[in-house]
């Protein structure tokens, strides 16, 4: 219902032939375009487009260009991981979100499951084994460990996991102190304790995220359950108008009316509780 709206119109007027939006990364600086590739994308999912979409199948051959060589991201190689690693990562989570049908990207999701596995197969998550898989499977050269407790690596293998793995990381997710690195840093089994803010959005995109694992809705009662707690009096959500941040929200145009900020928010917490009872 919001495809038409003019945050979507805004966005898709900047991308340009290739199918790019300026960068691709979301940290990165000192671009020409007002948006990132990435927060376009992850912009463009919230507002409901899909792989159906020309947008998104224009971006997405962008990004498999990029994957496979035929092109390359405009973003300054960076030091810290081995930049080819991490640009093979980012591209293909984000073509996953929306197909699973490309064999490049589902080529390195496999790659990462492998790994993820590994950590996991004790039943609980181990360290070192991550290390050792990581270095033989993706074989970086160099630079900082990537770390599982990410946006990537937790997108892009949450089909790839058998039940049993799959339990495991999940407790780990939620148990990690500092959440998931790019959408929250804070403790996922711990709500936030004022709902009306950016921070309590951001927890919701960490929730989401995990919706993408089979056996989320196993784990995340306690979610529905905060949910339901900061329902107000019309029986509706409202997060107050600090979540305004042009990723998350807003849905709607025009967020002057309360009732439409209360329709917006209501949407996005009514879809996350049907996915995870769903689960």
């Known amino acids: 219902m919001h495809k038409n709206g003019k945050w979507a119109k805004q966005i898709i007027s900047l991308q340009d032939e290739e ?19 990435e927060q376009a ?20 051959r962008y990004m498999n260009d990029c994957l496979t060589g035929k092109n390359n991201i405009p973003d300054g190689r960076e030091k810290i991981h081995d930049w080819d690693v991490f640009t093979s990562l980012i591209l293909s989570a984000w073509i996953r979100r929306f197909t699973g049908d490309n064999p490049d990207a589902n080529r390195v999701a496999k790659q990462w499951g492998d790994v993820v596995s590994a950590a996991f197969a004790g039943g609980t998550y181990n360290h070192d084994e991550y290390v050792t898989a990581y270095r033989d499977i993706i074989k970086p050269n160099g630079g900082r460990l990537v770390n599982f407790l990410n946006f990537y690596p937790i997108s892009i293998v949450s089909d790839l996991l058998d039940e049993k793995t799959e339990f495991a990381a999940i407790d780990y997710i939620l148990s990690g102190d500092n959440g ?100």
């Open 41 to 60: 994308l992850r912009r463009l999912e919230r507002l409901g487009y899909t792989i159906e979409d020309e947008c998104i199948q224009k971006a997405v």
């Open 180 to 279: 998931i690195y790019y959408i929250y840093d804070g403790k996922i089994s711990v709500p936030p304790k004022i709902f009306e803010s950016r921070e309590s959005s951001r927890y919701l995109a960490a929730v989401e995220l995990l919706t993408g694992y089979k056996q989320s809705g196993h784990k995340l009662n306690f979610v529905i359950d905060w949910l339901n707690d900061n329902r107000n009096e019309n029986g509706k959500w409202d997060m107050g108008k600090s979540v305004n941040d042009k990723m998350y929200f807003p849905l709607s145009d025009d967020w002057r009316k309360k009732e439409t900020r209360e329709a917006d928010c209501t949407e996005r917490i009514t879809g996350l509780i049907k996915k995870l009872q769903a689960d």
């Open 19 to 37: 199918g790019k939006w300026g960068y691709f990364h979301s940290m990165s600086k000192f671009s020409d375009s007002p948006i990132t590739t």
